[in-house]
């Protein structure tokens, strides 16, 4: 996988609370797991992407209080009307 160098403000990072020794690794994960809390990518793409395994990042997702559940109106609607067809 090709990597990049990025230059951030030390501020940054301390205000991140980002350990030096794993930078890299810290910075991925919270970049991936923001793609995933804004719907640009998949859980699963999200793990790959900053090489985490799924059930890990399934983890620091919800140590960041974001879900790695995706259940929005458009499903409820659609639960809704299946059970109401079911009469339920």
Do not use: W
């Not at 940054?12 to 690794?25: H, M």
């Not at 919270?30 to 699963?44: C, D, Q, Y």
């Not at 399934?58 to 609607?77: D, Q, T």
Request: charged share 25%; with cysteine; proline share 3%.
């Amino acid at each position: 996988m090709e990597t990049v160098k990025v230059d951030l403000p030390a501020a940054l990072l301390q205000a991140a609370k980002l350990d030096a020794a794993n930078l890299s690794e810290d910075a991925a994960r919270l970049l991936a797991l923001e793609l995933f809390r804004e719907e640009k990518v998949s859980l699963g793409r999200a793990a790959e992407l900053c090489r985490t395994p799924l059930a890990a990042f399934m983890a620091f997702a919800a140590a960041h209080e974001v879900s790695p559940i995706r259940y929005g109106v458009a499903e409820l609607e659609q639960d809704r009307i299946a059970l109401a067809e079911l009469g339920l």
